[in-house]
Protein backbone atom coordinates (compact mmCIF):
# COMPACT_ATOMS: atom_id res chain seq x y z
CA UNK A 1 0.00 0.00 0.00
CA UNK A 2 2.35 2.61 0.43
CA UNK A 3 4.13 1.52 -2.57
CA UNK A 4 1.29 2.77 -4.37
CA UNK A 5 0.95 5.91 -2.55
CA UNK A 6 4.65 6.58 -3.67
CA UNK A 7 4.11 5.68 -7.30
CA UNK A 8 1.15 7.98 -7.47
CA UNK A 9 2.75 10.47 -5.46
CA UNK A 10 6.05 10.20 -7.92
CA UNK A 11 3.45 10.39 -11.05
CA UNK A 12 1.62 13.34 -10.34
CA UNK A 13 5.18 15.46 -9.60
CA UNK A 14 7.15 13.86 -12.66
CA UNK A 15 5.05 16.01 -15.31
CA UNK A 16 6.04 19.05 -12.93
CA UNK A 17 9.50 18.45 -12.88
CA UNK A 18 9.62 17.52 -16.33
CA UNK A 19 7.87 21.25 -17.35
CA UNK A 20 10.40 23.16 -15.73
CA UNK A 21 13.52 25.04 -17.34
CA UNK A 22 14.93 28.17 -17.60
CA UNK A 23 14.22 28.57 -21.42
CA UNK A 24 11.75 30.99 -22.67
CA UNK A 25 8.75 30.28 -24.47
CA UNK A 26 9.69 32.40 -27.68
CA UNK A 27 6.09 32.43 -29.39
CA UNK A 28 4.51 33.37 -26.07
CA UNK A 29 6.23 36.30 -25.40
CA UNK A 30 7.08 37.25 -28.95
CA UNK A 31 4.15 36.28 -30.93
CA UNK A 32 1.20 37.73 -28.80
CA UNK A 33 -0.02 40.07 -30.81
CA UNK A 34 1.07 44.40 -31.96
CA UNK A 35 4.07 45.33 -30.07
CA UNK A 36 3.67 49.66 -30.03
CA UNK A 37 6.45 51.26 -28.25
CA UNK A 38 5.86 52.05 -24.68
CA UNK A 39 9.56 54.38 -24.26
CA UNK A 40 13.21 54.25 -24.66
CA UNK A 41 15.27 53.69 -21.71
CA UNK A 42 18.45 54.32 -20.30
CA UNK A 43 20.65 53.16 -17.58
CA UNK A 44 19.86 51.19 -14.52
CA UNK A 45 20.62 47.35 -14.14
CA UNK A 46 19.13 45.44 -16.90
CA UNK A 47 19.56 42.14 -14.32
CA UNK A 48 16.85 43.77 -11.94
CA UNK A 49 13.21 43.90 -11.81
CA UNK A 50 12.81 47.21 -10.92
CA UNK A 51 16.26 48.31 -12.86
CA UNK A 52 16.22 52.02 -11.89
CA UNK A 53 16.02 52.81 -15.89
CA UNK A 54 15.43 56.32 -16.92
CA UNK A 55 12.50 57.21 -19.92
CA UNK A 56 13.65 58.95 -22.45
CA UNK A 57 10.31 60.61 -22.81
CA UNK A 58 8.37 61.82 -20.25
CA UNK A 59 5.14 64.46 -21.97
CA UNK A 60 1.94 63.18 -22.87
CA UNK A 61 2.65 63.72 -26.57
CA UNK A 62 5.47 62.60 -26.83
CA UNK A 63 4.30 59.06 -25.38
CA UNK A 64 1.34 59.09 -27.59
CA UNK A 65 3.73 59.40 -30.49
CA UNK A 66 5.66 56.52 -29.31
CA UNK A 67 2.45 53.99 -28.89
CA UNK A 68 2.21 54.85 -32.67
CA UNK A 69 5.28 52.84 -33.25
CA UNK A 70 4.41 49.31 -33.91
CA UNK A 71 5.93 46.25 -34.04
CA UNK A 72 4.67 42.28 -35.18
CA UNK A 73 6.98 39.19 -34.12
CA UNK A 74 5.69 36.88 -37.49
CA UNK A 75 5.88 32.65 -36.34
CA UNK A 76 7.73 32.50 -39.99
CA UNK A 77 10.83 34.82 -38.78
CA UNK A 78 9.58 37.59 -40.50
CA UNK A 79 8.85 41.47 -38.81
CA UNK A 80 6.79 44.34 -39.81
CA UNK A 81 6.18 47.20 -37.86
CA UNK A 82 4.74 50.80 -39.20
CA UNK A 83 6.51 54.08 -37.75
CA UNK A 84 6.14 58.05 -38.90
CA UNK A 85 7.38 57.71 -42.25
CA UNK A 86 5.56 54.30 -43.25
CA UNK A 87 5.79 51.02 -42.88
CA UNK A 88 8.92 48.26 -42.53
CA UNK A 89 9.66 45.07 -42.64
CA UNK A 90 12.68 42.64 -41.55
CA UNK A 91 13.54 39.10 -40.31
CA UNK A 92 14.05 37.55 -36.53
CA UNK A 93 15.63 35.28 -34.29
CA UNK A 94 15.81 34.77 -30.77
CA UNK A 95 16.90 31.99 -28.63
CA UNK A 96 15.46 31.30 -25.19
CA UNK A 97 17.74 29.69 -23.15
CA UNK A 98 20.39 32.87 -23.82
CA UNK A 99 17.62 35.72 -23.87
CA UNK A 100 19.23 37.07 -27.30
CA UNK A 101 17.62 38.59 -30.35
CA UNK A 102 18.76 39.22 -33.80
CA UNK A 103 16.76 41.43 -35.76
CA UNK A 104 18.39 42.01 -39.55
CA UNK A 105 17.62 42.63 -42.92
CA UNK A 106 15.51 46.12 -41.86
CA UNK A 107 13.75 47.42 -44.70
CA UNK A 108 11.84 50.86 -45.02
CA UNK A 109 10.79 53.70 -47.32
CA UNK A 110 11.86 57.37 -46.63
CA UNK A 111 14.68 58.02 -43.97
CA UNK A 112 13.32 57.90 -40.76
CA UNK A 113 13.42 60.62 -38.54
CA UNK A 114 12.90 61.58 -34.46
CA UNK A 115 10.90 58.43 -32.90
CA UNK A 116 10.96 56.54 -35.44
CA UNK A 117 14.71 56.49 -35.91
CA UNK A 118 15.31 55.75 -32.61
CA UNK A 119 13.45 52.92 -33.20
CA UNK A 120 15.16 51.26 -36.05
CA UNK A 121 18.66 52.09 -34.41
CA UNK A 122 17.39 49.98 -31.19
CA UNK A 123 15.48 47.03 -33.50
CA UNK A 124 19.13 47.05 -35.57
CA UNK A 125 20.90 46.98 -32.36
CA UNK A 126 18.91 44.32 -30.35
CA UNK A 127 20.80 41.69 -28.79
CA UNK A 128 19.09 40.84 -25.62
CA UNK A 129 15.44 40.34 -24.54
CA UNK A 130 13.30 40.09 -21.63
CA UNK A 131 10.08 39.98 -20.82
CA UNK A 132 6.21 38.22 -21.13
CA UNK A 133 3.33 38.45 -23.05
CA UNK A 134 2.68 41.61 -21.95
CA UNK A 135 5.69 43.53 -22.02
CA UNK A 136 9.18 43.14 -23.51
CA UNK A 137 12.20 45.03 -23.47
CA UNK A 138 15.38 44.67 -26.16
CA UNK A 139 18.36 46.05 -25.42
CA UNK A 140 21.70 46.27 -27.12
CA UNK A 141 25.10 44.17 -26.39
CA UNK A 142 25.78 46.78 -23.32
CA UNK A 143 22.43 46.55 -21.29
CA UNK A 144 22.70 49.60 -20.57
CA UNK A 145 19.81 51.11 -22.57
CA UNK A 146 16.67 49.58 -24.16
CA UNK A 147 13.68 49.63 -25.95
CA UNK A 148 10.54 48.63 -23.99
CA UNK A 149 7.38 47.82 -26.31
CA UNK A 150 4.09 46.55 -24.81
CA UNK A 151 0.25 46.25 -25.91
CA UNK A 152 -0.84 49.78 -25.54
CA UNK A 153 -3.95 50.93 -25.90
CA UNK A 154 -3.76 54.05 -28.88
Not at 34 to 43: A, C, I
Request: include cysteine.
Amino acid sequence: MMKLKHLAYLLLVLPLMLSCNNEDDINEIFISGTWNVGNFYNGGDWNKTNDGARPTFTKEEDIKALNALTVSFLKDGQLQGHMATGPFTGKWAANGDGRTISITNLKYSGNPTGKSKQLIEALKKATYYKGDSNYLKLAPEDKKSYVQLGHYSK
